[in-house]
Structure formats: C-alpha cells, structure tokens
C-alpha cells in the first residue's frame, strides 16, 4: 500500500466548503432564539456615572437587557490572563480586573457595558440605541511609547506597568560590547495589526431548563480549553454541564484563541432567560474587540567584529497589552518573543528587556507568529544594517554567524534539535537568482526605478506544548494534546483530535497519517473535532501545535490500536504476540501464511466469535472494543527554520513599492501533504507581507481606533502580491516520531523584514517604519534625492 | 413589506420581505442558504457575491425587494445534478480554499470572470479578484485555480 504521508491528496474538507454545505457558527439557527446587541463605550477611557436602561426595556420585542451590576451580583468571573510573568526584580506581574460586561470603568472604545436581548435582531438593534450611558470621559492612554508616563488606567498598577521582564545576562552582555569593534543600534517599531478572519466573530448559547445545560456554538480555535476558562474561571456553568461547540470556523489566526466577552455573556444569559440567544459580530465591531497583534517599541543593539563576527545582543522593548491582558497575552511579548531574540545566530551574550504596558485599546494577544515575527524583525533588521555597516554580503555576514552544528545551544533559552541553515540559505540564493541580482537591479535604474534585495533567516520556536518546559514559565495549564482513535465493528476509523481546524486542514492530514498507520483507506477515516460532547479534552490549535502535537497523539493512539490487534490477532491464530507483525492493515504472523485484515480484528474485538473461528472470544484479560486514547507530549518545541529573500521596484515618483519577487526556503521537517503546507506558506506570506507593505491599525491620542473598516485597514489582495516561489530543504525534528515541524506560522514571521529589508536596501539604508506605504517611500526618496545631489 | 417573486437556483421562490431587507439577509435567513457568507459591513470583503441575471453581485449592495423578477444563482446552484462546476472542481485541485468562509464568494465571482474573459491572464484575474477578499490563501492557489477551470469550462 502506497504511502499516504508526503502525498498532495485532495481536502477532505473541500466539497461542503465549495458547494455552501459548511456550517458556520452564524449559519446555525435555533427554534425560538432571541438576538443579542451589545452596547459598547465609545470612548477609550471614561466612568461609568449612570446607565439607564429604562427606555430600551420598553422597546418593542425586548426579552431582556443585563449589565455589569448582574453580572457582578450572579459573580460571573472576569476574562483571564493564561500565563503569570515575573518582573526582573522578582515580582508578580499586575493585571486588572477584567468583567465581561463593565460596571464602573471602560477602558477601550468597544469595551461592553449592557447586553440588548431581543426577539429579534432589528428590535435588539433598536432597543440597543435607546440605553443611555452617561460617561465622564477620562484622559485616553494610548501611545504604546509613551504609556508609562500616562494617566494611571487601573487602579494599584504604576506607570500603566504589567511587569518589567527580563531573559538573560546584563552583566555578560556589558562585557561583550565592551569588546566590541563596532555596535549596531536601531528603534523599531512592531505595527499594530488586526487579524481579519474573514468570519467575525459569533456566538449562539442556548439553555436546556430540564439537564441544566447549557450549549455554545462559537467561533473558537479550541473549545474544551473555552469550556475550562468559562467554567473554572467565568463562573458561568460547571464543566458537565457546559458544551462548547466550535463548528467550522472561518479563520483564527489567533484572534479565536480566547474567550471572548460575549461567549460569557450570551451562556449565562441563555440560562437567566431560558432561551437561546444568537451574536453575530458585525466587522466594525470585530476591528474594535477582537484582539490584535503585535504593537511593540523597540531598541536593540547588536555588538560585532570588524570581520563580522556577532558578540553580544540586546533589546529594550516596550509591548502594548491593550486595556487589559488576555489568555496569550502576556506570554505573547516574553517567552515566545525573548527566547528567540537572538535568531539563527551564534550570538554569545544576550539579553531581551520587555515592559509590557496597559493602554486604552484592544487588548494585544497571539496573532498569526505571536512574538516570534516580532523578535525575528528586530534580530533581522539588525543583522540586514550590520551588514550594511560593516560592508558584508548580507548573505555572507548571516551565515558567518549560524552555528555549525545541531543540537544548537542557544544563549537564552532553547536548543534546536536539528537544522541546516547553511543549506537553506544556499537553497533560497539559487532559487532567488540572488547572484542575478545587480543586472536586475540596473534594469530597474534604467528605467529610473529604484530595485533593492533583503534577505531574512529565521527560527522559530513552535509546536507549543512541552507542559514542563510551559509550566515552568508561567503557563498555567500543560500544553499537551489528546486523540482518541475509534474502530467501529465494520472498519471504519473515527478519529478525535483535541485539536481544531479553522483553514488548517486537520481532516484530511490527519487522516492521511492515520491511514498510514492502520493501513485503512483514507475515506474510511473520519476527523472529529470542535465538540466538547465529542472526544477527549485537548487544548485547540495555536502556535503550529496541530501537527507537531495533536498529529503525534494520533500516531501513539493508533499504535496502541495495532498493539492490541496484535495480541487479539496470535489469539485467533494460535501464535505469540510477539510473532505478529502488522504491515499495510493485516496482522501477519512471521513464517507463516496467516492473517488477518485489521477490518477483521476490529469486528471480532467487538463481537468476538460472530464471524471467525475464535472459541474463546478475546485473550485472557483483554477488553472488548477497539478504542485508544493518546495524549502526547512533547519533549521540546519544534524550530522551523529557512530563508526568505525578496525584491522590490519603488517608483521615485510616487513612493509606491512593487513586490517583484519573494522567495521562501524554509525546512518543516516531514511534510505530509505538500500541498497544504504549500498553501499555509502563502497565506503566512500574505500576511507577513501585509504587515510590511500595507497593515496597520491606528488609534488616536483619544483612542478611537481610525482604522476600523476594511474601507480603512489595507487588508491585501490578489492584485498584491507576485507569484511566490517557495521551495524546503529538510532536516527531520527528533523530538517526535513523524520527524515534524510546525509550518503554520513561518510565512508570518520571515516576510516583513525579509520585504522592509529590501524596500530599505532601494532607500540607500533609510530607515522607514511599517507599512511602507507609499507616501512614507515617497518622502524617502525624496530625501536619498537631495542626499544624492548633495554627495554629487 | 412587499412580496417578491424570483428565480432562486432555478426555483420559483415568492415571499414577503421588509423593504429595507439585504439580498445577502434574505438568502440567509429567509431561505436558508447559508453558504452566502456575510464577512463586513462595507461591501468590501466579496464573501456574499452571487450572481443575479448571470452577473456578479454583492448580494450586500442589492434589496431583495429591488431585484423582483430576477433569476439568482448562489454557491449552492452551481453544481448540476450533484457534479460540481469546474470552477468548485479547481478550487479542490488546487487547494484554493483553506477556512472556506470567503470561498462563495471568490467561485462565484471568479466564474463571472471566465463568463466575460475566457482566458484571463494572472494579471486579470488578480485585478477581477481585487473585490474578494481571502485572510489564508494569499490568493496564489485562487489564481491557478482559475486559470485552470479556465482550460474546463
């Protein structure tokens, strides 16, 4: 039988979502349900003096409106922070209080005060209008470099300060630049972005008065871990009587990690009013509150040799949290940002300095790389000016520092079980023409354009699991994942993954290594995931965990599965376990010609004696059934790795900037279908490139976001981007038995200094921040003009 | 309310609707054809685009009282008796969907395209596409997918 795992084999998926058979949270409709409007501040800062409600109750087809004083009174908890960080002085980090529906303060222009549940939406729409707030406006903190020296925003949290968190050395740091020809410094600033799934955020929760149980349908990348928060933190339900169903899901990126206001709001509702009730997000309300990325201000330095050696780094970031912190969000700026400061470097001494400030906006969580894109721009951009500095090939200098050799022992944390980045970059400089270049380049100057290369390495730490190494840092819950893999009588698989799929495939790659595993055909393997009700607790899909974590689960459940068909099989055939082989879905014993199909072995675990020649129907002590469960975790993280170079045409005379070529080499290890990891390569791309050249959310000093429609946020389109040319070199990891890395995230986290590289490199090195709009590239070039007249 | 009678996936459909209701709301909610998604508010994202009288239309920007007589096709009428349409077809081949919440929209349009440009080049249906957006692809399987339903249809 044919090997399904490195296979381009067709989604699973496809036909439902191609022929509008998928089933959304928003498409689901329940008899009798009622509709929720939220009512929200619009104003980033302010008391909360009187609400009054009054008026709205008496509007037609209102079931209820409830506020915060319920939600306080029914002591509904608040939403949660997953990860506790220690400040370098060895104190606790401060995170406020944060309700699902404010009673006294809101704190970001969005932020929910009162709940409209009406029998329709229209009347919820209308009553919603009618709710009076009167608000003292507050003094609005919401620069990100300035927020230390604001207002104080919570009550006991000094200077806007979560904590002043620190990895590394100081003292060895000093040392080294001390020893230092030459010390490269430069201020970035990390963009503010929202994720923009295409599918807003959306919730229907509905309440059985007789079981007591309440059901929400909800847009999440994992629902038992939103069972958890609501349940052990949210107050809202115990955990038996609370199902979380996440169906298909439109996209994540991050932003569907958390429990949101409204999933809290809308279940313990349902139960107060004994009916379902449905939130739909409309897109303005999702640029207001879903969370958003990124947002950091940066200074760091990089301490290195005439001859181009790296000796020391650091950097002193300031990360916006937003007005309050989420379950990734102080995690996010630390240790999935400090860990990997230092890149693909052999850098010696090192230290990342984050303070992580509150601010009158959206909160700031994981999105799409969470931290890694964040750290990667900062070490990239260094290394790329370095380069330029010292007078080095970029390529040159960047390889001249990778290590050597594998296990890589990194100066702050993490050590890199496998890799070969020599190799990539090799691979990514013949695949780019990067030798090519400079006749590129004069073509372009011919035609008075101006054509500049970047290049950009990349590691990332991935595959978010290991629970130890996790714990160890402040996460509060284990990072594991389960399976759980179920033969029915006649053959067929179900396999559970705790694990969610919002774009990233899961039926179809899982089902491609289960296949494999058991030898059954791939359309006889089903992928269950999304129901608290169905399968095995498991913690969702975040941080290319899937594969790497959740697909290692269902690889040690099916070996369970073969195990015990083994013994079942020397049973039936008189043989010794150890004598039975299994290979290709038969249970073969050696030197002989018997066997046994695992079709068969599955109908005779459950109906032992119905169809085969066993006396006695199972070996001694062996269960009936056919059904294991596997909760895998890892050992470490995984760390994908790769080059990316790209070029760019800037017309001087508009500033606007022409992505011409991208290419990407990166090694994920083990590729199951190739044609998916294809696909999550581009859209990674797309993004990370939408930071780079079009994405930016932007508030004003009031904190009204001004960015707040797709007619304002550039999200990019097809007419964008270049065709992209991507290719992999491989080096398996050894940290699990597929020999997998995560491949979900790199595109995110190499594109935007892999494109600012290059759109720098056409400025003559003139640092410009992200987006590189064309207004900014236009002022630039506008200055290398009258620098270049000036030097003529 | 006014009653509207229109052609829906070559069904007769007549029904009593608000003068103030969407296209995109009356398929969804009055019809149940949910695979129109809806992905913002300012006819930007191309989610719901179906085609009405052979055209593509953002079913967002039209009210199903203003459309009275017309024929609709939405994602749900374009297979014929269960085999999908080239352009679903490619899609598949080609993985040019991940999260499938802006696919309606993006098949739906990008057959209007080959309806009017047998053979667009990638230029062309990069620009026809710049009405839809996609938040996983990075539109780069879209494009060969169009190309290549464009050698079937």
Redesign the interface.
Known sequence: MASLVGSRV??K????????????T??INLVNQTYAIFVRSPHARAQIKKLDISKAQKSSGVVSILTGSEIAEDKIGGLIAGWAIRSEDGTEMKCPANPPLAKDIVNFVGDPVAVVIAESLEEAKVAAEKVSVDYKVLKAVTSTADAMDGDTIHEGIDKNLCFDWLLGDRQKVKEAFEKADKVISIDIINNRLIP?????RACLADYNSASEEITLYTTSQNPHLSRLIMSAFGNVSPEHKLRVVAP????G?GSKINVYNEDIVCSWAAKKINRAIKWVA???ESFLTDIHGRDHVTHAELAVTNDGKFLGFKNETIANLGAYARVFGTVTPTYLFGPCATGVYEIPAAYSNVKAVFTNTAPVDAYRGAGRPEATYTIERLVEKASMELGIDKTELRMKNFPTAFPFKQTLVHTVDSGDYVAGMEKAKQMADYNGYEARRKDSESRGKLRGIGVSSYFEACGIAPSAAVMSLGCGVGLWESAEVRFNPTGQVTVYTGSHS????HQTTFAQIAADELGVPIENIDIVHGDTDKGTFGMGTYGSRSLTVGGIAIVNACKKIVEKGKRVTAKMLEASPEDVEFKDGEFIVAKSNKKKTIGEIAFACYLPGVRDEMKSPLPEGEEPGLKETAFFDPSNFSFPAGTHIAEVEIDPETGEVKLEKYTACDDFGRIINP??V??QV??????GIGQALYENAEYDETGQLMTG???DYT?P???N?P??NIGYTCTHATTNPLGVKGCGEA?AIAAPPTVMNAVIDALGGQEITMPATAEKVWKACKNLKKSNSKAA | MRKVTLEINGNKVEKEVQDNTLLSTFL?DHLN??????????S??G?CVVHVNGNSLKSCTALAADIDGSKVT???G??TNGK?HPM?EA???L?G????????GM?MSAVDLLQKNKKPS??E???W??G????????????AAVKEAATKM
Request: negative net charge; proline residues 2%; contains cysteine.
């Open positions: 067709e989604r998926e496809d036909k439902r979502f191609l022929t509008g058979k998928g089933r959304y928003s498409d923009n799934a295409m599918e807003p298909d899901v439109g996209g990126f409309e897109r303005s919002h774009g990233q495939s044609m998916i294809e696909g581009h859209g990674g791309l797309a993004q429609s797709y007619m999200m389109r097809a007419d981007f065709e992209f595109g | 969804r054809l949910t695979g129109t998604h809806i992905g913002c508010d300012t930007q994202c989610a939405t994602i749900e374009l297979a999908m679903q899609f598949k081949k993985h969907l991940q999260c499938g919440f802006c696919t309606p098949v990638d230029t249906i990069r620009d596409l710049e839809n957006i996609c938040r996983c692809t990075g539109y780069q399987n879209i494009v």
